[in-house]
């Protein structure tokens, strides 16, 4: 296997005192799409945090792309090429649906140009120039992924890209994701909405506790589906 | 699973919106939606994100304005009202994004709510243990919602899903005579949610119920009566069975594998 | 006043055990005050403790709007001052007895919140405080131009009277007791106000203003209701100082001394029943002393206010509440 | 003799509000200069001089004073500038049966309708101010007047004496502009001023109002016009403040001019040593209370305050500050006042020498008599 | 002679102007204070003392370096700027987290010490400052004498308003800015140094300030109180322009510039407040402001 693109080494990570990851190990290739299981609050949203930078308080290795995170000033860090899509998605209400849609600097060549945007998500075109949380859930959501994919990001964190979504969004996000993995596009998907990550990973990594506690390919979900009955309670 | 029928035979009306309409700015979120709620029946509004669902229940409850149409609750029409007059008038609802007063206590919570029906509302010379009068009323709501446990807790202590519990239990505290409820299910556990659907069937025996939920069986297993909402725009109407066949509302909400 | 924090807490946030006798502990502290209070005027110099107690009244009248309500008023000079030259006016000029001419000042103070009042609480946030503040500007122009406060000299030799036509109030000690018990009269007020239906309802709405207004309450209402409260209670403390002072001049109205009831506020602790008492204390003093040292006065309100919002932001009795000694004895803490 | 082991002068005023260059610190200094020349000693105690900052606050100055007065053994307090401050501490002072000399406060009330048996009002007021520019100027050709006046009433007052004496003199209001208290811009006021070609421009104002709209005048070149204006509370200081440039040609009054004479230029260098400044009248207004003060007591032999009151009423005033000062019996000093006329830049050689003295008011007409003074005795 | 509300047509000209003038200095301020609460969402209190520290700083190069105005209006903006950013840096930008009421309230003592110092420094009554020779004199335009100076403020102001208007509502950093006042951390994972932008917000805002002061130095006397007196009324212009609204702040500054003015003529004695009556009509009729968004 080549060097994976994305890799974590034994990462802690505290908020303030409180000590949430114990020592996680994950490593991604350039254009596979994993998907992070766990139940609530096992540190999920965390991981990708930490990834990003937004928790200083951490130790451990982590490299995208040949750079050192660790020492990646925060706003430095998108421009090695990561993208990040936000639980609470991060619409910005002060800003138009377009304002939203142009304010990650462009980082790299190969971004998705707005017309493809928003062919892609109707939806958003329509509604351009309203304020940006004036959407309902569904659209913020889209607007939140669509923001990334312009900015020329070689990986995506997605956290939670379906909640409170209806089916039929659901659906189209599943199709998009499946789109931008053709593109070469890695992709790294934290989700609750088993069914949905099933149909579009590569690859799993179950959480729990601070940890990744197993890992295995779409081939073996089958033969995994007792364990994470278990644990998931899927 | 029960597909409970609607009633064909004339139940009350409490609520009756007739060509409903919103605009902002220049973009129609809500357009000529009809809408009856009736007496003793759960009525769902499903629709797409973005369709306009949470901007009825605005305009119902007059949140919002609406740009076009009438709404008449109780015989009475509202169109111009204020939306806490409305709520005294008996349409309470409860909101998308959990709504309930973070650092009071359930109990205290629960007073609140209690306070006004019971006109301990404006008095400033009173003491707060004057509002003791309200506990049994409060406990027997917690119980019944199982917060017991939680009584004494801060609301912002609670889960996400006893939140959403707290606030059904704040809003059938005022004892409403119709209750719109904006996605009550969302992010609850699976117990949670069977016992909430309970909950809803029990209150909805004697009042009427309005609710968004995107969680379609519980829609199948409670619903009298759905509405589904696109664009701003009713396309079908009808008990969940028959909903849940038209292909427009197959194609624009659930998708095809549905 | 921050709803933020509401999402920060998180569930088990280090609970201290409650000191089994926290109650009676808690009037002990206040019993303790009350009786400091009444023996002051023996070991401290009266008008000095007569200006402190009016200042707290005013600060406490302003920590009902901002604390219970979540509103910064930057406007509340002009209940304080207002009242003050109303009762001055009605006690010199109408001859009125000391109580009337403090209801006079009450029910003007009242008069002039329910009009601002009106007005600014169409927006909330820091739209309201810059509200508050421009009218309140207008009516310092007003008592500018006014002939009956007679502009910069004010209203000089206010007599004190005699309480309800008997009690002269001319001698300190007199007048001491009369502002302690009106004083003490006007936080008793304050502190049922906040600890009843009425509060609990501004309470709910501080905390979220949209479920306050589904539940049927009429959100504006009410916030005018504490608003007009606040301002007459602001009042009583003007008319107060006022007859303690025997004038009332343009600087009670001017918008540094609205500047000042947020300092005493915020340096004693927000939504503290005693905090403002303290604050009032500090910058009273502070005044008082600055005046004969040669540090100009102004730069060290001015460095007060940076440090209390930079580091101390809970004030002096927030802080105290916030402590593991002040959990134990049962405060809690809205900030 | 003395009470307490000492005589304790109290200098109250604003020192660092609006009014802080009026008098302000340099007033405390007077004050000590004039202990300092008195010997530092009355009828064998020392004498102290405390001094406190009211900060321009009406109750921050009582409760001062009276903290003075109850614990501090203060015997009289003095300055007390601003009319607020002048007025409310002189009210407590009456109670306290302690004597106030007030030099810093503009107001006749003072020893008008509010006066008091102890209280005194030395250096100036609205009417020696208003006589001595309306009167004065009238004289000099300045016969039709326009007024800016600040809308207040210390303003409408000044105002009002000024014109009753425009008018006596045989000079003519042709109108005048109220404008609010603490306005910067005063371009559009000037203009009504210049359109309505009156000789005289009258700024019936104080503080940063005067200068500021001094300083525009000049700027829209109205005395270049050839229209004289006329400030009537402007001090030596303010004149300092705004430069020559802006100030020439400017007319107004004050009760003392460090240049006068040999006596006044040997008091205004050794200020000026203490200080970095001229006095103006303020200031020496101040030394010549205190000095006043002191040969009081010792005239009395004792610092009571009656006894001192009574002496302070009899006592001819003679110093660096008043020649022929006399005190009425409501404690109106009363001296001679000047009329001045700030020179050109030119003109002026030694540094702070700004005026020509252009006319000299006698003290009785300067200032109220007894009788016009609204103050009755029994009061 | 044409008359106009009774008075000359030509006086109301010339008053109409004199409004422009005393506008400009309103429009230049409630600008700076728009920027800083639009983007930051901080009511810069300190902002008539950073106005009253452009004029002072000029005045002090002049007198200790004999710097010239020219030099003086670039340099002490960029003075004050500094000093400003190394306010954001090391106090301020602690609070952005907090209640924007704190930021208020900090900024308060902020001005209470600036202003404080000066007046003990310097005195209440302050010192002149000589407008640049190029600029003296007066030019006759017929229906007034206009100061050349004063002409030359309605145009510095005019253009210094549009161009930073341009700058933060037709570049992407009026929407970045906007942005990173919402949610910081986040507009820093799209790659942006977010602290840096608010620092330098702030700087500008009172850089801004500091340009008003220097440009009001040879008018008004230069005092430590020459901020206090006009701020609260700047206070009144942005919000009934709408607070945060750049555009609004800038054109009510003149509207209300000119509404003052013409009162001097007709009302005096309302001349300071028909800015407070005027924002209570407003927000009455409006209460977003004129140019305000619905919040
Ligand atoms: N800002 C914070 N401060 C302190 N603790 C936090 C914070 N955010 C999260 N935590 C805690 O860290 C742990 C991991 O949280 P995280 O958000 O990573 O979980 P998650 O796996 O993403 O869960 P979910 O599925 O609910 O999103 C939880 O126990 C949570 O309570
Ligand atoms: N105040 C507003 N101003 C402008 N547009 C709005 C406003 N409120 C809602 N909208 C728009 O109206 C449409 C309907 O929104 P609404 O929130 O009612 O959707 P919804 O059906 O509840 O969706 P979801 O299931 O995602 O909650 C959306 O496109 C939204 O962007
Ligand atoms: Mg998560
Ligand atoms: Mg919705």
Redesign the interface.
Same mark, same amino acid.
């Given at each position: 296997m080549s060097k994976p693109l994305l890799e974590l080494k034994n990462v802690e990570a505290w908020y303030g005192e409180s000590h949430v990851l114990h020592g996680v190990n994950m490593h991604v290739s350039e254009g596979e799409m994993i998907c992070i299981l766990g139940r609530n609050g096992m540190g999920k949203t965390t991981t990708l945090r930490t990834i990003m930078g937004n928790l200083r308080k951490r130790t451990g290795e982590i490299t995208f792309a040949g750079h050192d995170l660790m020492t990646t000033p925060l706003h430095r860090v998108a421009h090695t090429g990561l993208g990040f899509v936000p639980e609470e998605r991060g619409i910005f209400a002060t800003l138009s649906v377009e304002e939203n849609l142009m304010l990650p600097p462009v980082v790299a060549e190969g971004g998705m140009p707005l017309r493809e945007i928003y062919d892609l998500f109707p939806n958003l075109e329509e509604r351009r120039n309203s304020p940006g949380t004036k959407l309902s859930g569904g659209e913020q959501q889209m607007l939140a992924m669509a923001r990334i994919l312009r900015t020329g990001a070689r990986c995506i964190l997605l956290d939670e890209p379906t909640e409170g979504l209806a089916p039929v969004i659901i659906q189209r996000i599943g199709e998009v994701l499946v789109a931008l993995k053709k593109r070469g596009m890695t992709v790294v998907l934290v989700e609750q909405n088993f069914r949905f990550a099933a149909q579009v990973a590569d690859r799993f990594y179950l959480m729990d506790h601070g940890q990744m506690t197993a890992e295995f390919p779409v081939s073996e979900l089958a033969a995994q589906m007792g364990m994470l009955n278990r644990e998931l309670g899927v | 699973m029960t597909y409970a029928t609607p009633q064909a035979d004339g139940t009350r009306v409490v609520l009756s919106a007739r060509g409903l309409g919103k605009d902002f700015a220049g973009f129609t979120a809500v357009n000529n939606v009809n809408i009856d709620l009736h007496h003793a029946q759960i009525h769902a509004l499903i629709g797409p994100n973005g369709a306009g669902k949470t901007t009825v229940f605005n305009l119902l409850t007059k949140f919002l304005q609406p740009t076009r149409g009438e709404i008449t609750l109780l015989g009475q029409d509202i169109t111009n009202m204020k939306p806490d007059r409305v709520a005294r008038m008996g349409m309470v609802r409860s909101f998308q994004i959990s709504a309930v007063f973070p650092h009071l206590t359930v109990l205290e919570n629960l007073r609140v709510a209690l306070q006004r029906p019971n006109g301990l509302a404006t008095q400033f010379w009173k003491s707060l243990s004057s509002l003791q009068t309200l506990d049994p009323r409060a406990d027997e709501l917690i119980a019944e919602l199982g917060l017991s446990p939680w009584r004494d807790r801060r609301a912002a202590d609670l889960s996400y899903g006893r939140k959403r519990v707290l606030e059904i239990a704040t809003t059938l505290a005022l004892d409403p005579k119709v209750l719109l409820l904006d996605e009550p299910m969302a992010g609850m556990g699976r117990e949670d949610v069977a016992m909430v659907a309970d909950i809803i069937r029990n209150v909805a025996k004697t009042r009427a119920v309005l609710m968004v939920e995107h969680n379609l069986s519980v829609v199948a297993d409670i619903c009298h009566h759905v509405t589904v909402l696109q664009r701003g725009e009713i396309i079908a109407e009808g008990d969940y069975a028959t909903v849940s066949q038209d292909a427009r509302v197959r194609t624009a909400y659930m998708g095809v594998e549905a | 006043m921050s709803h933020g924090a509401a999402h920060s807490a998180g569930p088990d946030e280090g609970v201290v055990a409650l000191h089994p006798k926290a109650p009676t502990i808690r009037l002990v502290i206040i019993g303790l005050l009350i009786l400091g209070l009444i023996f002051a005027p023996w070991f401290a110099y009266p008008v000095f403790v007569m200006k402190l107690m009016c200042f707290a009244l005013f600060a406490s009248a302003f920590n009902l709007l901002l604390g219970y309500t979540g509103l910064l008023s930057f406007g509340h000079a002009a209940f304080f001052g207002g009242a003050a030259y109303f009762t001055a006016h009605s006690a010199k000029v109408w001859g009125f007895t000391p109580e009337l001419a403090l209801l006079t000042g009450m029910a003007g103070a009242a008069l002039i919140g329910l009009v601002i009042g009106m007005i600014a609480l169409r927006r909330t946030g820091i739209y309201f405080t810059m509200i508050t503040l421009a009218l309140s500007q207008m009516f310092f122009f007003f008592c500018l131009q006014s002939p009956f406060t007679h502009g910069e000299d004010g209203i000089q030799s206010v007599p004190r009277g005699h309480l309800f036509g008997v009690i002269d109030l001319a001698p300190t000690m007199n007048m001491y007791y009369f502002v302690f018990a009106v004083v003490m009269l006007g936080l008793l007020v304050i502190w049922r106000f906040v600890n009843s239906p009425f509060g609990m309802i501004l309470k709910s709405i501080r905390e979220n203003e949209n479920r306050a207004i589904s539940l049927g309450y009429s959100v504006i209402s009410y916030k005018l209701g504490a608003f007009v409260m606040s301002a007459a209670l602001a009042g009583l403390a003007g008319g107060l100082k006022s007859l303690v002072f025997q004038s009332a001049t343009l600087t009670d109205v001017s918008w540094q001394m609205s500047g000042e009831v947020v300092l005493m506020t915020l340096l004693g602790g927000i939504a503290t029943l005693t905090g403002p008492f303290f604050g009032a204390g500090i910058v009273v003093t502070l005044q008082n002393y600055l005046a004969t040292s040669s540090f100009p006065v102004t730069i060290l309100t001015g460095l007060v206010f940076m440090v209390c919002v930079l580091i101390f932001r809970r004030g002096l009795i927030g802080e105290f509440y916030a402590s593991k000694l002040g959990q134990k004895l049962g405060y809690r803490t809205e900030t | 003799e003395a009470s307490n082991g000492s005589v304790k002068i109290g200098i109250l005023n604003d020192q660092s509000g609006v009014y802080a260059d009026f008098g302000g610190k340099f007033s405390y200094e007077a004050a000590r200069m004039a202990a300092e020349d008195f010997g530092g000693k009355v009828l064998g105690v020392p004498v102290e001089v405390v001094t406190a900052d009211h900060q321009n606050k009406a109750d921050i100055a009582s409760s001062i004073a009276r903290k003075w007065y109850d614990t501090e053994g203060v015997d009289a307090i003095m300055e007390l500038t601003s009319s607020s401050v002048g007025l409310a501490v002189q009210a407590l002072s009456k109670e306290a049966k302690k004597i106030t000399i007030n030099t810093g406060a503009a107001t006749t009330e003072l020893t008008g309708a509010q006066c008091s048996p102890y209280g005194f009002h030395w250096a100036y007021d609205t009417h020696a101010l208003a006589t001595g520019v309306g009167g004065a100027l009238v004289q000099e050709g300045g016969d039709s007047w326009y007024f800016l006046t600040a809308d207040y009433a210390f303003g409408y007052s000044l105002e009002e004496q000024t014109s009753k004496f425009v008018n006596e003199n045989g000079g003519k209001v042709l109108g005048s502009v109220r404008h609010p208290l603490a306005t910067t811009d005063y371009s559009s006021f000037l203009l009504q001023a210049q359109a309505s070609g009156a000789k005289v421009v009258g700024m019936a104002n104080a503080g940063m109002d005067t200068q500021n709209a001094i300083k525009q005048a000049a700027e829209f070149g109205i005395t270049a016009a050839g229209q004289k204006i006329a400030a009537l509370l402007f001090t030596l200081a303010e004149v300092n403040g705004i430069g020559l440039e802006a100030a020439q040609g400017l007319n107004l009054v004050e009760s003392f001019y460090w240049n006068r004479d040999d006596e006044s230029r040997e008091f205004g260098k050794r200020f000026f040593e203490r200080t970095g400044a001229m006095p103006n009248m303020i200031h020496a207004g101040t030394y010549s209370a205190v000095l006043s003060y002191l040969k009081a007591i010792e005239a009395a032999g004792t610092d009571e305050t009656e006894a001192v009151a009574k002496k302070l009423h009899e006592l001819p005033v003679s110093d660096v500050f008043a020649r022929n000062g006399k005190v009425l019996p409501n404690g109106r000093m009363i001296t001679d006042v000047y009329l001045m006329e700030v020179k050109k830049p030119g003109e002026s050689d030694t540094p702070w020498d700004y005026y020509t003295v252009k006319a000299t008011i006698p003290g009785e007409t300067a200032f109220l008599s007894m009788e016009a003074s609204g103050c009755t005795p029994a009061n | 002679m044409t008359m106009i509300f009774g008075i000359p047509i030509q006086?109301f000209m010339?008053?109409l102007l +004199? #409004?422009l @003038?005393?506008g400009s200095f309103y429009a230049l301020l409630s600008l700076g204070l728009a920027v800083i *609460?639009g983007l930051l !969402?901080v009511?810069n209190f300190a902002h008539g003392a950073q106005y009253m520290l452009g004029a002072f700083a000029a005045l002090l190069l002049l007198q200790s370096g004999g710097v010239s105005y020219w030099v003086a209006l670039a340099l002490s903006p960029l003075i004050v700027g500094i000093v400003a950013a190394f306010v954001e840096r090391t106090?301020l930008a602690? +609070?952005y987290?907090?209640?924007?009421?704190?930021g208020?309230?900090?900024t *308060?003592?902020?001005?209470?010490?600036? $202003? =404080?110092?000066f007046?003990?420094f310097f005195?209440? %009554? =302050?010192?002149?400052y000589?407008?640049p020779a190029a600029l003296t004199g007066?030019v006759n335009l017929g229906f007034?004498?206009l100061?050349i100076? !004063?002409g030359w403020v309605v145009v510095a102001s005019l253009v210094i308003c549009l161009a930073v208007w341009a700058l933060i509502e037709k570049t !992407?950093l009026g929407?970045?800015l906007?942005?990173a006042?919402?949610?910081p /951390?986040?507009? &820093?994972?799209? #790659?942006?140094? /977010?602290p840096l932008l608010l620092t330098l917000t702030y700087a500008l805002g009172a850089g801004l300030a500091a340009v008003a002061g220097v440009l009001a130095a040879p008018?008004? &006397?230069v %005092?430590p109180?020459?901020g206090t007196? @006009?701020i609260?009324v700047v206070?009144?212009v /942005?919000?009934v322009g709408g607070?945060g609204s750049i555009m609004g702040a800038i054109v009510t500054g003149y509207l209300l510039g000119i509404a003052e003015?013409l009162t001097?003529?007709f009302y005096? $004695?309302? %001349?300071? @407040?028909v800015i407070?009556?005027i924002?209570?009509i407003v927000? @009455?009729l409006r209460?977003a402001g004129l140019f305000g968004k619905d919040?």
């Open positions: - | - | - | - | 006086a010339g008053q +004199l #409004g @003038i005393n *609460f !969402r009511i106090m602690r +609070l987290k907090l209640d924007h009421l704190y208020l309230l900090f *308060f003592g902020l001005a209470l010490v600036i $202003e =404080g110092t007046r003990y005195g209440a %009554s =302050g010192k002149p000589p407008a007066v007034m004498v100061p100076y !004063r !992407r929407a970045t906007r942005a006042t919402e949610n /951390v986040l507009v &820093q994972n799209f #790659g942006i140094n /977010v008018v008004y &006397q %005092s109180l020459m007196q @006009i609260i206070f009144a /942005v919000v607070m003015g001097k003529v005096p $004695e309302a %001349s300071n @407040i407070f009556v924002m209570a927000l @009455i209460p919040v």
